[in-house]
């Protein structure tokens, strides 16, 4: 029951450097989201996406970028990255229909910008 | 801005005892979620609740969501030691399935 994957668990990175955190579902569910958390400020959202091909901004997009070119992988670029985005990141799926919206995360992402 | 509030942020109780956490907001929702999170892992959903007044029961969790879609509880009848963790209440706006989470409540239960 693999569900959600992120690689890697745990990254340092320096500043200005860029990476990708990559992540992957195989439940076929069409909407995906990259959260961030920062401790003691909750989970933010950074992008999402409503099926492949489509992306756009959550509530904190700035330094990052995302690309959907499949149902099942939705990574997200740290381009030039900066002390602000040491932090957990969180990718989720869920199957929106009319029936509900169950999301599913992943087990997370720890990054630290030095 | 903080559109859901939480309280209490940190919560330590002996085993038996009963709490109740708060979710509250200014804003409308179309649904209230109530995730639990451990230590080194991603939320976990407990319960969405989508209808004002909605009171759902899972075990020894009880979820509340207000007449008027703003707020929310969660109360747990005689917590265990199992119960730890960090439970975050997100509200969702619109179709689009986006959350928007409080800040979470950190609850420990001593045996």
């Known amino acids: 029951n693999a569900g959600v994957t992120q690689t890697p668990k745990f990254h340092i990175l320096k500043i200005g450097q860029s990476m990708t955190l990559q992540c992957t579902q195989d439940?076929?569910?069409?909407?995906m989201y990259w959260y961030r958390q920062d401790p003691g400020m909750g989970l933010k959202l950074i992008y999402y996406s409503v099926g492949a091909g489509i992306t756009d901004k959550g509530e904190v997009p700035n330094g990052y970028n995302v690309s959907r070119s499949t149902t099942e992988d939705f990574p997200l670029r740290l381009e030039l990255a900066a002390p602000s985005q040491t932090s957990v990141y969180f990718c989720?799926?869920?199957?929106?229909?009319?029936?509900?919206?169950?999301?599913?995360f992943g087990e997370g992402s720890w990054l630290t910008v030095v | 801005t903080q559109l859901l509030e939480q309280s209490p942020q940190f919560l330590s109780i002996q085993e038996g005892e009963n709490l109740t956490v708060y979710c509250n907001s200014s804003s409308v929702f179309s649904s209230l979620q109530w995730y639990r999170q451990e230590p080194g892992e991603g939320p976990v959903l407990l319960v969405t609740?989508?209808?004002?007044?909605e009171v759902k029961k899972l075990k020894r969790l009880t979820f509340q969501f207000g007449d008027a879609r703003k707020d929310s509880s969660l109360h747990i009848t005689a917590a265990q030691p199992g119960d730890t963790g960090l439970y975050l209440c997100a509200g969702e706006r619109g179709s689009q399935g986006n959350l928007i989470f409080g800040k979470g409540t950190k609850l420990s239960v001593k045996p």
């Open positions: 609740v989508v209808t004002g007044g």
């Open positions: 989720a799926s869920s199957l929106h229909d009319p029936t509900g919206n169950t999301i599913y």
């Open positions: 439940m076929n569910h069409n909407y």
